[in-house]
Each structure stands twice: as C-alpha cells, then as structure tokens.
C-alpha cells in the first residue's frame, strides 16, 4: 500500500493525513529522520513556517528532507510546505529553512494579516469543475521561472504551481472536504 | 494556464477563521508584552503571540482592574515580528474587541484574565471578521462559546500561577464528556444538553464526530516542557504559555524547550534533552494561596 509521509512537526498535518487516509492510502506522521523510510511520497502541510524551521533543525530532520526531495521523491507543500520549497522568500527570517529551490519567489503573509484571508473558486488547469480554495494569510508568488508549470492563479498571481517533482499550493486543500489535489498528488507517488 | 477576470473572493467565512487555528496546531502561543519579548519568542519557534499589557501572574499581583492593551503597544509587537499576533479583549466588552479588530489583530482572546466588562453576556463573535478565542472550564461552556461564535477554545486553567493543576481538570473534563456523548443515545443525548445547557445541535453533533467543531488548546499555569507534553496527551492541540516563561529565570531557552516538547510530546527522549538545565521556572503558587479564581469569570 501507498505510504505518504506528512511533515508532523507542527500545523494542519492531521487533516492532511485524513485526507489520505479517505483516498486508502496510509499517512506517516514525521518527526524524525527514520520515519522518512520506505515513503512514496511527502506533504509539507500548513503551519508556521518560522515555527517549522526552528523544529525541522532540533528533529535533525532539514537534511534528511533535502536529500529526499533533490532525490526525486513527489513533494506537495501546501502554504507554509509552498514556502518551505521556495528558492527565494520575501518578509521571511535570515535562519528560514530551505527544502528545495524550486525557482519561485513568495512573500511570506503576501495577502496581509487574517482579515485578508479569503476563499475562492480556482480554475485549475485539468479539472472541469472549480476548486474551492481557502487562503489562510497565505503567501503570494510574486515572481515563477518559465520553467514552473502554473496551474492556477488568483487574480494572475500563481496559487498553484509544478515544477519537476513538486507541487505546491498558497492555498489549503486539507481544509477542505474536496480530495481532487491529493488525488493528482497521489498519481505522481 | 492563467483565468481571466478576477476570482471572487470571500472573507470571515467561518472555513477562513477556524482556518488560522488550524493552522497553529502542534504550536505554542506565548503571552508578550512588549516588541522584545515578541522577539525572543519567535526566535524560540512560538506559532503565534498574545500581546497583553502584564502578564496573569503580574495582574494577579498588581490587582486593580485588568483592560485591554494600549494599542501603540500592539502596534509595537505586529511590527516586531512575523507570525500571527493575537490580543486580549474584557468578557462582553465588544467596544475593546471593536478596537483591535481596526488594529488588524489575527485572532482576539475574549478573556477571563482581563476584569469582566459584563456578569451576563459575552461577545457577539459572530458580528467580527476576526476571530475568536474563549476560554471554557468545561464542556457546557465551550459550547456555549463556540454558539456564540468562537473558532477556537482554550481550556482556561488557572492563569497566572504556574500550578498545572486547573489546566489538567479543565482538559479532562471537556475531553471526557466529549468521550461520553460518544457513547450517549438520542434521549440521552436530550439530557446532556440541559446539563451542559448547550445547544442540542452542537451536543449531537459531537456525539457523531468525537470532537469540538473547533480546535481545542489548553492554557492558564504551564510552565514547563512537561507541562506542554501533558496538556498534549490530555486532548489539547496546541498550548498557550504566559507568565511561565517570562516569569521563569530565563526565557529564551524556555520559550524553545516548551516549543520542542509541544511537537515531540510522545517521545520522553527528547523531553529529558529540553527539560535539561533550563533554570528557575516561575515560583508558582497553590490554588489555596490565591484570592481570585478568574477561571470562574464567564457565563
């Protein structure tokens, strides 16, 4: 059976894993290096990106992450995941840990404080029907390399982006009882 | 692909306010009052900060009549640091909540720590964009918090005095009713309401999920990674710590160990590394030394 990996230091990490858990496919919470064993795949959920960083450095867990990804294992990093990703990040922390450099730049909080956190319907690209997405002082794209593969925008800003074996959203689709993005997700792993 | 036009977008709905809370699980909130205490707890990993005027352990001191904070002193903590920053507003003093709705706060604390602005009504939560926050001793009150609006709920404990002791009942009463109403039939179910004198809907709604609509986190006198770890097994999602750390000897190192134990509640290893040399912790007082029980304030 297909086991994912979901980064469980801190944030929406149980909603991740029940969302896996509905499409029949076993979530492994990580907290340490050794729970990235024998994976098919890896989601670096919502959260604290701050919070994450400081708590992916003391579980030892930054290079062991790093190495899977460069290594081709499929990536979603949902919000505080998509930051996690980023070659360049804006309004972040100097000691702001890097898991890839997939060649986007986002500013943290690039929407504003929770009274701008919103919902609205995507058009992404290959569904027929929208998605609704909720944004929770979510990060914006600001700049994407023409190598990145955007999916879908809000108001011409990129939400929803590919790149090699990363997908990765500003958004929260754990949030939501909609499982089509970690249905395409899971057809990478 | 780009879609034309412009996306339609929604706020305050209710997905977009339990949303942030969601999003603090497995974290520490940190009381601060000042923009360099915001700092070291955010250099410490805190998911959120909760700027107030004194701390609990000071307010219970000082006594007088405890207010929301001076709004320079909010501004000063948004502008310090990065991650959400909460603040708390006098039970029923919508006026105060109003205020730091315009200071663009991420989350208000209708709070029992601060005087009681009203003996009889709390907040109408539903009015705000920002959400809320209450504090519950049991389940009953949760509910009825959670009717009025509130997206998330805090076991109070006992603030201010570092005695785990009120934070541990609180926990395990909301959790262990929770427990029962899973187990409860339809007429059963009827007479849980009226005791818990909450409403029906949200009695059998938890009786069908196992859990509060909201997430559940714990707070009032932690102040110790053990602390963090067994509020964590009990039930809770996330912990607020306030006078315990900077009331503690010192905080910096505090602040990260209580951070580490909250994610690594499970793992006693861990726990014995961040529990290591970590100082004084705040003195700490029974509850047969204190005056005011501000657990008892809300309705």
Not at chain 2, 125 to 152: H, Q, W, Y
């Given at each position: 059976m297909t086991r994912i990996g979901v980064l469980a230091l801190q944030g929406a990490f149980r909603r991740h894993v029940e969302a896996l858990e509905a499409l029949g496919v076993t979530g492994v919470e990580v907290r340490a290096p050794a729970d990235l064993d024998g994976i098919d795949g890896l989601i670096l959920p919502g959260g604290e990106s701050t919070a994450m960083s400081l708590l992916l450095g003391a579980n030892e867990l930054t290079e062991p992450c790093r190495d899977v990804i460069a290594g081709g294992l499929p990536v979603f990093g949902t919000c505080a995941g998509m930051i996690l990703l980023a070659e360049k990040v804006l309004d972040g922390r100097s000691d702001q840990v890097q898991l890839s450099d997939v060649p986007i730049t986002v500013r943290r909080n690039g929407y504003g404080r929770q009274l701008a956190s919103f919902e609205a319907d995507l058009e992404i690209a290959g569904e027929t029907e929208p998605f609704r997405a909720v944004f929770i002082r979510a990060p914006k794209v600001e700049q994407v390399d023409p190598a990145v593969e955007v999916l879908a925008t809000v108001d011409d800003d990129p939400v929803l982006i590919r790149y090699r074996n990363v997908l990765a959203a500003a958004f929260h689709p754990e949030l939501t009882p909609d499982l089509r993005l970690h249905r395409v997700f899971l057809l990478e792993c | 692909?780009?879609?034309?036009?412009?996306?339609?977008?929604?706020?305050?709905?209710?997905?977009?306010?339990?949303?942030?809370?969601?999003?603090?699980?497995?974290?520490?909130?940190?009381?601060?009052?000042?923009?360099?205490?915001?700092?070291?707890?955010?250099?410490?990993?805190?998911?959120?900060?909760?700027?107030?005027?004194?701390?609990?352990?000071?307010?219970?001191?000082?006594?007088?009549?405890?207010?929301?904070?001076?709004?320079?002193?909010?501004?000063?903590?948004?502008?310090?640091?990065?991650?959400?920053?909460?603040?708390?507003?006098?039970?029923?003093?919508?006026?105060?909540?109003?205020?730091?709705?315009?200071?663009?706060?991420?989350?208000?604390?209708?709070?029992?720590?601060?005087?009681?602005?009203?003996?009889?009504?709390?907040?109408?939560?539903?009015?705000?964009?920002?959400?809320?926050?209450?504090?519950?001793?049991?389940?009953?009150?949760?509910?009825?918090?959670?009717?009025?609006?509130?997206?998330?709920?805090?076991?109070?404990?006992?603030?201010?005095?570092?005695?785990?002791?009120?934070?541990?009942?609180?926990?395990?009463?909301?959790?262990?009713?929770?427990?029962?109403?899973?187990?409860?039939?339809?007429?059963?179910?009827?007479?849980?309401?009226?005791?818990?004198?909450?409403?029906?809907?949200?009695?059998?709604?938890?009786?069908?999920t196992g859990e509060l609509p909201v997430p559940l986190f714990c707070a009032g006198g932690l102040a110790t990674p053990a602390d963090a770890s067994l509020a964590m097994q009990l039930g809770a999602q996330a912990v607020f710590v306030g006078s315990g750390i900077f009331k503690s000897a010192d905080p910096a190192p505090r602040a990260r160990a209580i951070v580490e134990a909250t994610t690594n509640y499970m793992n006693p290893e861990v726990l014995v590394k961040v529990s290591r040399n970590l100082g004084t912790p705040m003195t700490g007082i029974g509850m047969d030394e204190i005056d005011v029980r501000m657990a008892d304030r809300g309705w």
């Amino acid at each position: 059976m297909t086991r994912i990996g979901v980064l469980a230091l801190q944030g929406a990490f149980r909603r991740h894993v029940e969302a896996l858990e509905a499409l029949g496919v076993t979530g492994v919470e990580v907290r340490a290096p050794a729970d990235l064993d024998g994976i098919d795949g890896l989601i670096l959920p919502g959260g604290e990106s701050t919070a994450m960083s400081l708590l992916l450095g003391a579980n030892e867990l930054t290079e062991p992450c790093r190495d899977v990804i460069a290594g081709g294992l499929p990536v979603f990093g949902t919000c505080a995941g998509m930051i996690l990703l980023a070659e360049k990040v804006l309004d972040g922390r100097s000691d702001q840990v890097q898991l890839s450099d997939v060649p986007i730049t986002v500013r943290r909080n690039g929407y504003g404080r929770q009274l701008a956190s919103f919902e609205a319907d995507l058009e992404i690209a290959g569904e027929t029907e929208p998605f609704r997405a909720v944004f929770i002082r979510a990060p914006k794209v600001e700049q994407v390399d023409p190598a990145v593969e955007v999916l879908a925008t809000v108001d011409d800003d990129p939400v929803l982006i590919r790149y090699r074996n990363v997908l990765a959203a500003a958004f929260h689709p754990e949030l939501t009882p909609d499982l089509r993005l970690h249905r395409v997700f899971l057809l990478e792993c | 692909m780009s879609n034309e036009g412009t996306n339609e977008r929604t706020t305050a709905t209710v997905r977009v306010k339990r949303g942030l809370a969601e999003m603090l699980k497995g974290g520490v909130i940190m009381d601060v009052v000042n923009a360099e205490q915001a700092k070291i707890a955010e250099d410490a990993g805190a998911v959120a900060v909760m700027a107030l005027e004194r701390v609990p352990a000071d307010i219970r001191t000082d006594g007088g009549v405890a207010r929301m904070s001076d709004p320079a002193m909010v501004e000063g903590i948004q502008a310090a640091c990065s991650i959400p920053v909460m603040a708390k507003a006098r039970i029923g003093h919508f006026a105060e909540a109003q205020i730091l709705q315009a200071l663009k706060v991420d989350y208000i604390d209708e709070s029992e720590v601060l005087t009681p602005a009203d003996e009889t009504h709390h907040i109408d939560k539903f009015a705000f964009d920002v959400p809320f926050v209450c504090g519950a001793t049991n389940l009953g009150e949760a509910l009825r918090r959670i009717s009025e609006g509130a997206c998330m709920i805090r076991s109070k404990g006992e603030a201010g005095t570092g005695n785990v002791v009120e934070a541990v009942r609180h926990l395990r009463s909301i959790v262990g009713d929770i427990r029962k109403l899973t187990l409860a039939d339809e007429p059963e179910l009827f007479q849980w309401a009226k005791e818990l004198r909450a409403p029906l809907p949200l009695v059998q709604e938890i009786a069908e999920t196992g859990e509060l609509p909201v997430p559940l986190f714990c707070a009032g006198g932690l102040a110790t990674p053990a602390d963090a770890s067994l509020a964590m097994q009990l039930g809770a999602q996330a912990v607020f710590v306030g006078s315990g750390i900077f009331k503690s000897a010192d905080p910096a190192p505090r602040a990260r160990a209580i951070v580490e134990a909250t994610t690594n509640y499970m793992n006693p290893e861990v726990l014995v590394k961040v529990s290591r040399n970590l100082g004084t912790p705040m003195t700490g007082i029974g509850m047969d030394e204190i005056d005011v029980r501000m657990a008892d304030r809300g309705w």
